[in-house]
Nanobody, 124 residues
Framework: QVQLVESGGGLVQTGGSLRLSCAFS????????MAWFRQTPGKEREFVAA????????YYAESVEGRFTISRDNAKNMVDLQMVSLKPDDTAVYYC?????????????????WGQGTQVTVSS
Protein backbone atom coordinates (compact mmCIF):
# COMPACT_ATOMS: atom_id res chain seq x y z
CA GLN A 1 0.00 0.00 0.00
CA VAL A 2 1.29 3.42 -0.97
CA GLN A 3 1.19 6.29 1.49
CA LEU A 4 2.17 9.88 0.81
CA VAL A 5 2.93 12.46 3.48
CA GLU A 6 3.50 16.11 2.62
CA SER A 7 5.40 18.63 4.69
CA GLY A 8 6.80 22.13 4.37
CA GLY A 9 3.73 24.26 4.01
CA GLY A 10 3.27 27.50 5.90
CA LEU A 11 2.73 31.24 5.76
CA VAL A 12 4.98 33.38 3.60
CA GLN A 13 4.88 36.91 2.26
CA THR A 14 4.49 37.77 -1.41
CA GLY A 15 7.77 37.17 -3.17
CA GLY A 16 8.91 34.64 -0.64
CA SER A 17 9.86 30.99 -1.04
CA LEU A 18 8.81 27.64 0.33
CA ARG A 19 9.89 24.08 -0.27
CA LEU A 20 7.33 21.32 -0.04
CA SER A 21 8.36 17.72 0.43
CA CYS A 22 6.46 14.49 -0.01
CA ALA A 23 7.58 11.21 1.52
CA PHE A 24 6.49 8.06 -0.31
CA SER A 25 6.13 4.79 1.56
CA UNK A 26 5.54 1.58 -0.30
CA UNK A 27 7.38 -0.48 -2.84
CA UNK A 28 8.91 0.40 -6.16
CA UNK A 29 8.89 4.18 -5.80
CA UNK A 30 10.96 4.49 -8.94
CA UNK A 31 8.12 3.03 -10.98
CA UNK A 32 5.79 5.89 -10.07
CA UNK A 33 5.23 9.19 -11.77
CA MET A 34 4.79 11.90 -9.15
CA ALA A 35 2.87 15.14 -9.20
CA TRP A 36 1.74 18.11 -7.16
CA PHE A 37 -1.77 19.52 -7.29
CA ARG A 38 -3.38 22.33 -5.35
CA GLN A 39 -6.88 23.25 -4.30
CA THR A 40 -8.63 26.29 -2.89
CA PRO A 41 -12.12 26.27 -1.33
CA GLY A 42 -14.87 26.02 -3.89
CA LYS A 43 -12.53 25.19 -6.74
CA GLU A 44 -11.43 21.98 -8.36
CA ARG A 45 -8.06 20.50 -7.57
CA GLU A 46 -5.66 21.75 -10.21
CA PHE A 47 -2.43 20.43 -11.64
CA VAL A 48 0.77 22.20 -10.57
CA ALA A 49 3.75 20.07 -11.59
CA ALA A 50 4.75 16.50 -12.39
CA UNK A 51 7.86 14.44 -12.90
CA UNK A 52 8.58 11.16 -14.64
CA UNK A 53 9.78 8.10 -12.77
CA UNK A 54 13.42 8.86 -13.57
CA UNK A 55 13.22 12.61 -13.08
CA UNK A 56 14.21 13.38 -16.64
CA UNK A 57 11.02 15.07 -17.74
CA UNK A 58 9.27 17.81 -15.86
CA TYR A 59 5.84 19.28 -16.46
CA TYR A 60 4.38 22.50 -15.11
CA ALA A 61 1.15 24.42 -15.14
CA GLU A 62 1.52 27.67 -17.02
CA SER A 63 0.75 29.64 -13.87
CA VAL A 64 3.83 28.32 -12.05
CA GLU A 65 6.29 27.85 -14.92
CA GLY A 66 9.57 29.55 -14.11
CA ARG A 67 8.76 29.91 -10.41
CA PHE A 68 8.26 26.34 -9.22
CA THR A 69 10.65 23.41 -9.60
CA ILE A 70 9.74 19.78 -9.04
CA SER A 71 12.43 17.25 -8.23
CA ARG A 72 12.70 13.75 -6.86
CA ASP A 73 15.22 11.58 -5.04
CA ASN A 74 14.59 7.92 -5.78
CA ALA A 75 17.11 6.85 -3.17
CA LYS A 76 15.11 8.61 -0.45
CA ASN A 77 11.61 8.06 -1.86
CA MET A 78 10.98 11.78 -1.87
CA VAL A 79 9.57 14.37 -4.24
CA ASP A 80 9.96 18.09 -3.62
CA LEU A 81 8.40 21.26 -4.93
CA GLN A 82 10.56 24.34 -4.64
CA MET A 83 8.43 27.47 -4.89
CA VAL A 84 9.88 30.95 -5.34
CA SER A 85 8.40 34.36 -6.13
CA LEU A 86 5.21 33.29 -4.44
CA LYS A 87 2.02 35.21 -5.06
CA PRO A 88 -1.26 35.41 -3.12
CA ASP A 89 -2.85 33.38 -5.93
CA ASP A 90 -0.58 30.49 -4.96
CA THR A 91 -2.43 30.17 -1.66
CA ALA A 92 -3.95 26.70 -1.53
CA VAL A 93 -3.71 23.27 -0.01
CA TYR A 94 -0.99 21.43 -1.92
CA TYR A 95 -1.30 17.71 -2.52
CA CYS A 96 1.27 15.16 -3.55
CA UNK A 97 0.05 12.44 -5.90
CA UNK A 98 1.46 9.22 -7.31
CA UNK A 99 0.58 7.01 -10.22
CA UNK A 100 2.19 3.78 -11.33
CA UNK A 101 3.21 4.99 -14.76
CA UNK A 102 6.36 6.08 -16.51
CA UNK A 103 4.89 9.35 -17.70
CA UNK A 104 2.63 11.58 -15.63
CA UNK A 105 -0.53 13.30 -16.76
CA UNK A 106 -2.12 16.59 -15.78
CA UNK A 107 -5.42 14.96 -14.91
CA UNK A 108 -6.16 14.39 -11.23
CA UNK A 109 -8.37 11.44 -12.14
CA UNK A 110 -5.32 9.52 -13.33
CA UNK A 111 -3.66 9.48 -9.92
CA UNK A 112 -4.49 6.67 -7.52
CA UNK A 113 -2.59 7.82 -4.47
CA TRP A 114 -2.80 11.13 -2.63
CA GLY A 115 -1.34 12.72 0.43
CA GLN A 116 -3.37 14.56 3.04
CA GLY A 117 -2.27 17.97 1.82
CA THR A 118 -0.28 20.84 3.26
CA GLN A 119 -1.48 24.43 3.50
CA VAL A 120 0.44 27.19 1.74
CA THR A 121 -0.63 30.74 2.48
CA VAL A 122 0.92 33.73 0.73
CA SER A 123 0.11 37.06 2.31
CA SER A 124 -0.05 40.25 0.29
Amino acid sequence: QVQLVESGGGLVQTGGSLRLSCAFSGRNYDSYAMAWFRQTPGKEREFVAAITWNGRRLYYAESVEGRFTISRDNAKNMVDLQMVSLKPDDTAVYYCAAESAAFPTRSRGDYHYWGQGTQVTVSS
